[in-house]
């Protein structure tokens, strides 16, 4: 079973909107990572959040941290066309090596 | 930016061939990893390495080799490919900050037929 685990599936919004994902783990973290990879390209990070920090900001994108429930979410607000993409929140492991969740597709339509 | 290139980006091959990627990083990191994509199973950790000359198995090593010859250079080796390694290859790499970013490759499409 996935360590990280995203929700839901997929989801479809109109530019302008807002979009959240949601990510749920099962292990002891020191810091959870939001990463986007689009279409063609590997994934990039948008946001890392500490295990001691409950809220981070990067211009549009919002992530949440709740250690007691092991959850994130990640928000998009005034979403655009180029945010199409999937969207995954990854945990790290030893030697700082990655564990994805199987993503959340994320289409943001004119 | 971190620039890490990848080639081939697109590699066909049949059962029992020899295959090596390639991943060059140019931002002196110590970390490099290799990853596969699969649907259904998201990306997992093939090998990874310290720096030149170390080696670490990942996730899902059996298979594959790995070699790192310079702090820029790390190899992916399939010596007897098989169709169930047709998938994407990722490659990342990593300061040894403790919150540092992996910063990844395009990526590498192999078909194994």
């Known amino acids: 079973s996935q360590l990280a685990e995203e929700n839901p599936w997929a989801l479809s919004v109109h530019e302008g909107e807002s979009v959240t994902v949601n990510c749920s783990y099962k292990?002891?973290?020191?810091?959870l990572q939001w990463y986007r990879q689009k279409s063609g390209e590997g994934p990039a990070q948008l946001i890392l959040?500490?295990?001691?920090?409950r809220e981070k900001r990067n211009g549009r994108l919002r992530a949440t941290l709740d250690t007691s429930s092991q959850s994130s979410s990640l928000s998009i607000t005034a979403t655009r066309c180029e945010d199409t993409a999937v969207y995954f929140c990854?945990?790290?492991?030893?030697?700082?090596?990655?564990?994805f969740g199987l993503g959340t597709r994320v289409s943001v339509f004119p | 930016e971190a620039a890490v290139t990848q080639s081939p980006r697109n590699k066909v091959t049949v059962t029992g061939g020899n295959v090596t990627l390639s991943c060059r990083q140019t931002?002196?990191?110590?970390?490099m990893y290799w990853y596969r994509q699969d649907t259904g199973h998201g990306l997992r950790l093939i090998h990874y390495?310290?720096?030149?000359?170390?080696?670490q198995i990942g996730d899902v090593p059996d298979g594959y080799k790995a070699t790192r010859t310079t702090q820029e250079d790390f190899f992916l080796l399939l010596e007897l490919a098989s169709p169930s390694q047709t998938s994407l290859y990722f490659c990342?790499?990593?300061?040894?900050?403790?919150?540092?970013?992996?910063?990844f490759g395009p990526g590498t499409r192999l078909t194994v037929l």
């Open positions: 990342a790499s990593r300061g040894t900050g403790r919150y540092a970013e992996q910063f």
């Open positions: 292990t002891s973290i020191t810091a």
């Open positions: 959040i500490r295990s001691n920090e």
């Open positions: 990854a945990t790290e492991g030893y030697a700082q090596g990655l564990t």
């Open positions: 390495s310290y720096g030149a000359g170390n080696l």
């Open positions: 931002n002196s990191h110590n970390y």
